[in-house]
């Protein structure tokens, strides 16, 4: 009797400064990465072309998202989070909000003074939010990170930083409220 295996692959572009993280020290984060999904990682540093493949192609999937986040900005210990069934990567394209001399300004309103109105959605919605390059990342677990991404469009579509607050707050207690009742 034979089994076929099928091998899936993929093939992502990085930015070249985020490389050195996504490999790690003497090769310890792609090394991590394989394990933790059984697949299979070359990078060709050069060019910041990064090439997948494995069986699973779950794991696949899922190794492609934790290496999207890690090129996005976000900490490789944050983006293993997405090795969890319930956890999520959203990514928010300031291009589809304004022209390139407007994303600066777009950027400030996510992260705010001091990084104060990333941090305070963070806190309200329990995710994880990198504001690199010409995106907007966000990790959490899926309902979390459908409300941060919210917040996140409102606050790039004009709304202001009280008003988006006052919404996430409301929120949270409303699931609390239902966490509470076993809803």
């Known amino acids: 009797m034979f089994l076929l295996m099928t091998e899936y692959m993929y093939e992502l572009k990085i930015p070249?400064?985020?490389?050195?993280?996504?490999?790690?020290t003497k090769g310890e984060m792609k090394k991590q990465i394989e394990e933790a999904t059984g697949t299979h990682i070359d990078v060709d540093s050069d060019e910041g072309d990064v090439f997948l493949k494995g069986e699973d192609s779950l794991s696949l999937?899922?190794?492609?998202?934790?290496?999207?986040?890690?090129?996005?900005g976000f900490n490789p210990d944050v983006a293993m989070l997405l090795l969890k069934q319930e956890y999520a990567l959203e990514l928010i394209n300031l291009k589809d909000y304004a022209e390139e001399k407007q994303l600066m300004r777009l950027k400030g309103r996510v992260i705010g003074r001091e990084g104060k109105a990333r941090k305070n959605i963070e806190v309200l919605t329990e995710t994880n939010i990198s504001v690199y390059g010409k995106t907007i990342g966000i990790i959490g677990e899926c309902e979390n990170s459908v409300i941060a991404r919210r917040a996140v469009d409102s606050l790039l579509t004009g709304s202001t930083h009280a008003n988006v607050y006052k919404w996430l707050e409301k929120n949270r207690r409303e699931l609390k409220r239902k966490e509470l009742m076993g809803i």
């Open 61 to 72: 999937y899922t190794t492609r998202e934790i290496i999207k986040a890690i090129a996005r």
């Open 16 to 24: 070249k400064e985020r490389i050195a993280v996504l490999i790690g």
